[in-house]
């Protein structure tokens, strides 16, 4: 992945009375750095760069960032929860549409897989799991965004179609946990070690998750 990736369109920073920044301009930088905390930390690994060089290159001063952060430890838990809630937004925002649970969840489930394998996840998830030892918190934070957030839209999903009468389950949080297992684990799996699939692929092998899926939990004559 190249820096680019994440480099975001900056205008000059603006102060207002007295040489202090406003709270539009603080909020502005307080953007950049994050933007380019992420794309550092990404690109180069939590030891591959320094609180320095993220507030160097995102053209704020150090004291900007000492004064939101306590350490380097610090920015990257804030970085990474911006990072979720951006990257995962649109399952809290998926509408379920008429279609047959046959036909919705597959949509639903690509969509999933596509987030899911997408270059930046991949990496943020390679960057997850390499520092969680190091930052315990971090697990707290991967799971009340993981359970609360995304896990708690496509429960959701599926309650909406267990509401028409096209699925039963008894615990719906179960079911969303085995739903996400069987769509998104096995092509992340395959994008990480880098097994390549062609769309069609992709596919078939997502419909026979779902399959699979409601072959556990269709309500019989639906």
């Known amino acids: 992945m190249s820096d680019s990736t994440f480099i975001a369109t900056q205008s000059p920073f603006r102060r207002g009375p007295g040489g202090?920044?406003?709270?539009?301009?603080?909020?502005?930088?307080?953007?950049?750095?994050?933007?380019t905390a992420a794309r550092l930390f990404i690109t180069r690994g939590l030891d591959g760069v320094s609180l320095e060089a993220i507030a160097e290159e995102a053209g704020v001063a150090k004291r900007f960032v000492y004064a939101r952060y306590r350490?380097?430890?610090?920015?990257?838990?804030?970085?990474l929860r911006r990072l979720i809630q951006e990257r995962l937004s649109f399952i809290g925002s998926y509408e379920v549409g008429p279609a047959?649970?046959?036909?919705?969840l597959q949509t639903f489930a690509e969509k999933l897989e596509v987030a899911?394998?997408?270059?930046?996840?991949?990496?943020?998830?390679?960057?997850?799991?390499?520092e969680l030892h190091r930052f315990p918190a971090l697990s707290s934070l991967f799971v009340d965004k993981m359970r609360l957030n995304v896990l708690g839209s496509v429960t959701r999903v599926l309650t909406t179609y267990q509401t028409r009468g096209e699925v039963h389950f008894d615990d719906p949080m179960m079911a969303t946990e085995l739903f996400v297992t069987l769509v998104?684990?096995?092509?992340?799996?395959?994008?990480?070690?880098?097994i390549p699939e062609?769309?069609?692929?992709?596919?078939?092998?997502?419909?026979?998750?779902?399959?699979?899926?409601?072959?556990?939990?269709?309500?019989?004559?639906?």
């Open 100 to 104: 047959p649970v046959d036909q919705g």
């Open 20 to 35: 202090r920044p406003t709270r539009a301009e603080a909020e502005r930088r307080h953007r950049a750095l994050l933007d």
């Open 184 to 194: 998104v684990q096995g092509a992340r799996g395959r994008a990480l070690v880098g």
């Open 116 to 130: 899911a394998t997408q270059p930046e996840a991949l990496a943020l998830y390679r960057l997850v799991i390499t």
């Open 198 to 222: 062609t769309p069609d692929e992709m596919r078939r092998r997502t419909a026979a998750a779902v399959r699979l899926f409601l072959d556990g939990c269709r309500v019989k004559g639906r």
């Open 71 to 79: 350490d380097k430890g610090d920015l990257f838990a804030d970085t």
